[in-house]
């Protein structure tokens, strides 16, 4: 199949990928608004997750396979395997980097300036904001990495950050 015949993953190559970033985006927010959106932003970025997982079981089950059996275990795998790599990669890991980037420049902002309060919220929020793209790489490789020795170890396949971006 060539590049211009590849079939188009809606989750992966258009811009439904970047409500796996609502969460990120909440993060960032979090001083500005009420905790329950940033929650949402939760909701939002697990639906993805769990979207896109079932977007690739379903994928894995249309293919011919020699038995139920071995289809079962495709399709299970090809979910568990996009649930784990998401989760972490899409919601965990950043949702907690961008947590902690904002919260110690809130703390940082407040030692060191005599911003205004709701001046230092924007400028926490900018951060978080601003933090989002340089994360996403490393954060990605870094999940690559642990589940090409982990999971993927252990069930005999490997995948790459290509096969999960955002």
């Known amino acids: 199949m060539s590049s211009e015949e590849k079939k188009v993953d809606i989750f992966r190559d258009t811009p ?5 970033y609502a969460n990120e985006v ?29 977007s690739k079981g379903l994928e894995m089950s249309q ?31 950043p949702g907690f980097t961008i947590n902690r980037i904002c919260f110690l420049s809130n703390i940082l902002l407040q030692k ?9 919220k924007w400028t926490v929020t900018a951060i978080g904001l601003a933090a989002i793209p340089f994360i996403i790489k490393p954060i990605d490789h870094s999940v690559d990495w642990l589940m ?16 999960h971006s955002k």
Request: aromatic content about 12%.
């Open 16 to 20: 439904v990928r970047y409500l796996g």
């Open 26 to 54: 909440g993060e960032s927010f979090r001083a500005l608004i009420h905790v329950n959106w940033v929650r949402f932003s939760y909701v939002i970025a697990s639906s993805y997750v769990c979207a896109d997982a079932t």
């Open 63 to 93: 293919r011919e396979w020699p038995d139920a059996k071995t289809k079962r275990s495709k399709v299970t795998y090809a979910v568990t395997d996009t649930v784990i790599w998401q989760g972490l990669a899409s919601v965990a890991i």
């Open 112 to 120: 060191t300036t005599s911003l205004p309060t709701i001046t230092r």
């Open 148 to 163: 090409d020795n982990s999971l993927r170890k252990w069930s005999g396949t490997s995948m790459t950050a290509k096969d």
